[in-house]
Nanobody, 117 residues
Framework: VQLVESGGGLVQPGGSLRLSCAAS????????MRWYRQAPGKERELVAS????????DYVDSVKGRFTISRDNAKNTVYLQMNSLKAEDTAVYHC???????????WGQGTQVSVSS
């Protein structure tokens, strides 16, 4: 089982990035998915979640109206579209999968997002 994030990078304030989390070894449609982030010196923070049913959970207040989580079960991939990026969005972003069948939990290695002018 493997989760691989991609799409991070350096972007100017106000810019956009789309993160992807591709799964292998299991089917994402049987998992609730979450994006977390951790900035230097700060605790890990839940950013957004989407259930295996496709129902979107809540977003952390600081990203509401700017970030959108989605999933493409055919591609076994979950996305995080990030618009109007701010310096405070700088962090390592990790995806997390929790199987609704086994309750096993999996993490990706993370992708760095840096917002700076």
């Amino acid at each position: 089982v493997q989760l691989v994030e991609s799409g991070g990078g350096l972007v100017q304030p106000g810019g956009s990035l789309r993160l992807s989390c591709a799964a292998s070894g299991f089917t994402l449609r049987s998992a609730d998915m979450r994006w977390y982030r951790q900035a230097p010196g700060k605790e890990r923070e839940l950013v957004a979640s989407i259930l295996n049913t496709g129902v979107i959970g809540d977003y952390v207040d600081s990203v509401k109206g700017r970030f959108t989580i989605s999933r493409d079960n055919a591609k076994n991939t979950v996305y995080l579209q990030m618009n109007s990026l701010k310096a405070e969005d700088t962090a390592v972003y990790h995806c997390n999968a929790r199987s609704v069948l086994s309750r096993n939990e999996y993490w990706g290695q993370g992708t760095q997002v840096s917002v700076s002018s």
